[in-house]
């Protein structure tokens, strides 16, 4: 159940490290840091959603196909 805890982490990422981040130079791949900062906190969260729904013991199937639900 811990791993779901990694879903905090963009939140943290986008809302609490904005402020920290909030500067044009240095420019990244063409974008201002901040936005690239927002931009990489994006794919960041469907890689990290990804890996909670493959950790996630709901999601596992059995040899069969069929789903397992508890």
Known sequence: MSFRLLAVLPFIGILLGVP??????????GMPFVLAWIVMWVVLSSVI?????KLDPVNRQTSSGEEVRS
């Open 49 to 53: 959603m990804g890996i909670i729904y």
């Open 20 to 29: 920290f981040v909030n500067r044009v130079e240095p420019l990244v791949l």
